[in-house]
């Protein structure tokens, strides 16, 4: 198998909440919510890069979607990574989304593998990492 992923999907409590965390608070882009003609399908998605979007979606209408019943969200089982070119994007990536209602959970600091990073959770408690990491370009 040769992934290709293209969506990742979070589940939130407040697509309207989250939305506007989103496009206002962090300044992604997005047409909006879609799909409100549907039953489970109102949606929002987010263009990142190359062709990988961010899709917010009801945690009821993900959980009816995949035929699973709804749990109870735990933060330290999925982060997304958002690596910058300097510890100063870093901090500035950091104030933003403190300013945009995330919760700080680790403020940005140097780290073991010699790099810069720090961890926010957003208004659903989805985990963030800012990193500045000038060693990944030779990891992959």
Request: glycine share 12%; charged share 15%.
């Amino acid at each position: 198998m040769k992934p290709h992923i293209t969506i990742l999907t979070l589940g939130v409590a407040d697509l309207e909440r989250a939305v506007a965390f989103y496009r206002d608070g962090l300044g992604l882009q997005t047409r909006g919510i879609i799909g409100t003609e549907f039953e489970n399908g109102a949606v929002a998605f987010f263009n990142l890069q190359s062709g990988l979007k961010l899709a917010l979606w009801p945690r009821a209408s993900l959980a009816a979607d995949t035929g699973l019943a709804p749990g109870q969200p735990c933060a330290t089982e999925f982060s997304i990574g958002h690596n910058v070119g300097s510890q100063a994007e870093v901090d500035a990536m950091m104030a933003q989304a403190k300013a945009a209602g995330a919760t700080i959970t680790k403020p940005a600091q140097t780290t073991f593998y010699g790099g810069y990073a720090g961890y926010f959770q957003d208004p659903d408690g989805h985990v963030w990492e800012i990193a500045f990491n000038p060693g990944l370009d030779s990891l992959g």
